[in-house]
């Protein structure tokens, strides 16, 4: 089961030896700043980076009537794990 917010902030609080509440002050200014900075990439290191990409304008189907529909162009914001996180997950 996924840890839930609260969790996450008692684990690093207890870890680091900061308070609860300094380790949500952290979270929320680094949230705050990835958003900001998204458009250039936002790296967050050993963990992976916040990227805005352009996606293309593209044919896609309708599932319910199977009817081609035209797709358009927008940016989307994805996030890229790195490769010591996949190393690290996965084992290798």
Known sequence: MALTKAQIQAQLAEKTGLAKKQVAAFFEE??????????????????GKLVLV??????GRNPAT??????????????????????????R
């Open 30 to 47: 680094m949230c705050k700043l990835a958003y900001k900075e998204a458009k250039n990439s936002f790296t967050v290191p050993g963990l």
């Open 54 to 59: 352009q996606r293309a304008a593209r044919m």
């Open 66 to 91: 199977g009817e081609q529909i035209q797709i358009p162009a927008k940016k989307v914001v994805k996030f890229r794990v790195a490769k010591a996180a996949k190393d690290a997950i996965l084992g």
